[in-house]
């Protein structure tokens, strides 16, 4: 925002301009731009709405018969038309209109129902350091408490991104430990199996060489024996 009054229909009771009046793209002032729109402007009080006016946004209030006015540079198209809109975004109107209510608060309680017989700029050396004051107020991002909001919001929702994505990746590694904990335990099966199956075979090879063994010698003293006794054995047994 650079420009704020109040105006009591097209009567101009205090005005505040950061832009020094400079002139618009169409090479129109903000002081013909608002005399435009006040001349046109049909309110009731609690009313409100904004206009796009030669590449600016005017938003527009009434309260107790005082019209309160600030202007915008142009954020949003609105259409090709250049004349008066009665149109504009609410994402850019909510900051205005803040702006207006609590500066329609304060006149209203600075000047009452004296502001109904003021003449033209009579409010303006007290109040206009008011408008320039509350106007840096809302032109600081710091005191957009939406904006702010919406930045904790953004911030918090990164957080939890990114949480979420450690939760994941953590779980990734845990189903990878878990399967080679399963591979590791199979081969311990099959280690165990082939084990217990080596173990069993080794009993059977030394069981046979012992049966071998004994018919061997078996075999070994039937010789000795029958080389002294004959094949039958009948020289030793004989009466």
Same mark, same amino acid.
């Given at each position: 925002?650079?420009?704020?009054?109040?105006?009591?229909?097209?009567?101009?009771?205090?005005?505040?301009?950061?832009?020094?009046?400079? !002139?618009?793209? *169409?090479?129109?002032?903000?002081? +013909? &731009?608002?005399?435009?729109? /006040?001349?046109? $402007?049909?309110?009731?009080?609690?009313?409100?709405?904004?206009?796009?006016?030669?590449?600016?946004?005017?938003?527009?209030?009434?309260?107790?018969?005082?019209?309160?006015?600030?202007?915008?540079?142009?954020?949003?198209?609105?259409?090709?038309?250049?004349?008066? !809109?009665?149109? *504009?975004?609410?994402?850019?109107? +909510? &900051?205005?209109?803040?702006? /207006?209510?609590? $500066?329609?608060?304060?006149?209203?309680?600075?000047?009452?129902?004296?502001?109904?017989?003021?003449?033209?700029?009579?409010?303006?050396?007290?109040?206009?350091?008011?408008?320039?004051?509350?106007?840096?107020?809302?032109?600081?991002?710091?005191?957009?408490?939406?904006?702010?909001?919406?930045?904790?919001?953004?911030?918090?929702?990164?957080?939890?991104?990114?949480?979420?994505?450690?939760?994941?990746?953590?779980?990734?590694?845990?189903?990878?430990?878990?399967?080679?904990?399963?591979?590791?335990?199979?081969?311990?099966?099959?280690?165990?199996?082939?084990?217990?199956?080596?173990?069993?075979?080794?009993?059977?090879?030394?069981?046979?060489?012992?049966?071998?063994?004994?018919?061997?010698?078996?075999?070994?003293?039937?010789?000795?024996?029958?080389?002294?006794?004959?094949?039958?054995?009948?020289?030793?047994?004989?009466?």
């Amino acid at each position: 925002m650079f420009y704020a009054a109040c105006a009591r229909g097209p009567t101009i009771l205090a005005e505040y301009d950061a832009s020094a009046s400079e !002139t618009t793209r *169409s090479g129109t002032t903000i002081g +013909a &731009i608002v005399i435009e729109v /006040l001349d046109k $402007v049909d309110l009731q009080d609690g009313e409100r709405c904004s206009y796009s006016v030669h590449g600016i946004d005017l938003h527009v209030m009434k309260k107790s018969g005082i019209l309160f006015l600030a202007a915008a540079p142009h954020q949003e198209p609105l259409g090709n038309n250049s004349n008066t !809109t009665n149109s *504009s975004s609410s994402s850019s109107r +909510a &900051i205005p209109f803040a702006f /207006l209510v609590d $500066v329609s608060e304060r006149f209203m309680q600075e000047y009452g129902q004296g502001a109904q017989r003021a003449l033209a700029y009579e409010c303006d050396v007290s109040f206009s350091p008011v408008m320039e004051e509350r106007m840096r107020y809302y032109n600081n991002p710091k005191n957009d408490t939406v904006r702010r909001v919406r930045d904790e919001v953004s911030e918090l929702r990164q957080v939890m991104v990114e949480n979420i994505d450690l939760v994941l990746d953590r779980g990734a590694q845990l189903e990878v430990l878990v399967d080679k904990t399963d591979d590791l335990g199979t081969s311990a099966l099959v280690f165990k199996r082939g084990t217990v199956r080596m173990s069993r075979q080794m009993w059977w090879k030394e069981k046979r060489a012992m049966v071998m063994l004994v018919l061997l010698l078996c075999v070994l003293v039937y010789a000795v024996i029958a080389s002294m006794c004959g094949v039958t054995l009948s020289q030793c047994f004989s009466s």
